[in-house]
């Protein structure tokens, strides 16, 4: 279950991520920060922490009420992603807003990977003998309103701190042998990236699709999690 990553800063600012990757726990939390990057590895670390302590345990006490819907493991991802939601809201943004984060969390136990996130990244499966899939797309701001020719500098659409109540979008798919889960965080998406062959589905192939000529100013995060 390795997890590789790359940023590229290009001309235009975008934050370095902050993430928790744990073998043992099949985790993985990747949070970008619109703000204080201390305060958004609190709160990476507020749903690390949950998570392991309730890794096993469907009996726990839980500060959010679970939803029926879920496993055992998505519900400790929503409520992990809500104690994190819930630290920033009171204790970074409780007079006025100061900090906020795009949010991404996905674990893996064997019968289903399940992630939930808020804003960026754009998710995508990549199976063996299959194209790759999209599974989400995050629609930012400079997407909306940027004009043809001239893109904006990154703007999130949407944030875990700014609100008691975040809109957390949750996902759940049955994982194959060879799974790969491929993440990137980037206003606007070349089409090159669905013709990648097998062999090319990695941080060095998909690197070199994202920061071809036209796009080189763009920047961007970019995780790939072998399953």
């Given at each position: 279950?390795s997890f590789q990553q790359r940023s590229y800063?290009?001309?235009?600012?975008?934050?370095?991520?902050?993430?928790?990757?744990?073998?043992?726990?099949?985790?993985?939390?990747?949070?970008?920060?619109?703000?204080?990057?201390?305060?958004?590895?609190?709160?990476?670390?507020?749903?690390?922490?949950?998570?392991?302590?309730?890794?096993?345990?469907?009996?726990?006490?839980?500060?959010?009420?679970?939803?029926?819907?879920?496993?055992?493991?998505?519900?400790?991802?929503?409520?992990?992603?809500?104690?994190?939601?819930?630290?920033?809201?009171?204790?970074?943004?409780?007079?006025?807003?100061?900090?906020?984060?795009?949010?991404?969390?996905?674990?893996?136990?064997?019968?289903?990977?399940?992630?939930?996130?808020?804003?960026?990244?754009?998710?995508?499966?990549?199976?063996?003998?299959?194209?790759?899939?999209?599974?989400?797309?995050?629609?930012?701001?400079?997407?909306?309103?940027?004009?043809?020719?001239?893109?904006?500098?990154?703007?999130?659409?949407?944030?875990?701190?700014?609100?008691?109540?975040?809109?957390?979008?949750?996902?759940s798919f049955r994982p194959a042998p060879g799974?790969?889960?491929?993440?990137?965080?980037?206003?606007?998406?070349?089409?090159?990236?669905?013709?990648?062959?097998?062999?090319?589905?990695?941080?060095?192939?998909?690197?070199?699709?994202?920061?071809?000529?036209?796009?080189?100013?763009?920047?961007?995060?970019?995780?790939?999690?072998d399953l």
């Amino acid at each position: 279950m390795s997890f590789q990553q790359r940023s590229y800063a290009g001309k235009i600012f975008r934050p370095k991520p902050e993430f928790h990757h744990s073998d043992s726990e099949r985790l993985l939390v990747v949070a970008t920060p619109w703000g204080n990057r201390a305060g958004t590895r609190r709160a990476v670390d507020t749903l690390s922490e949950f998570f392991a302590s309730n890794l096993g345990d469907n009996e726990a006490t839980s500060p959010f009420r679970k939803l029926p819907h879920l496993s055992a493991v998505g519900n400790n991802l929503r409520i992990g992603v809500l104690l994190a939601n819930e630290y920033f809201f009171n204790s970074e943004n409780k007079d006025e807003y100061k900090n906020g984060a795009e949010f991404f969390a996905a674990a893996y136990d064997q019968k289903e990977v399940v992630w939930l996130q808020v804003g960026h990244p754009h998710v995508f499966l990549k199976r063996q003998g299959r194209p790759i899939l999209q599974l989400s797309a995050s629609i930012d701001l400079s997407m909306e309103l940027s004009l043809p020719g001239k893109a904006l500098p990154p703007l999130p659409g949407e944030l875990i701190g700014i609100d008691a109540n975040p809109h957390i979008v949750i996902n759940s798919f049955r994982p194959a042998p060879g799974d790969k889960l491929v993440l990137i965080s980037r206003s606007w998406l070349p089409q090159e990236l669905f013709a990648l062959p097998d062999d090319e589905i990695s941080v060095e192939g998909i690197s070199r699709v994202l920061s071809q000529q036209g796009s080189e100013d763009l920047p961007y995060w970019l995780g790939v999690w072998d399953l």
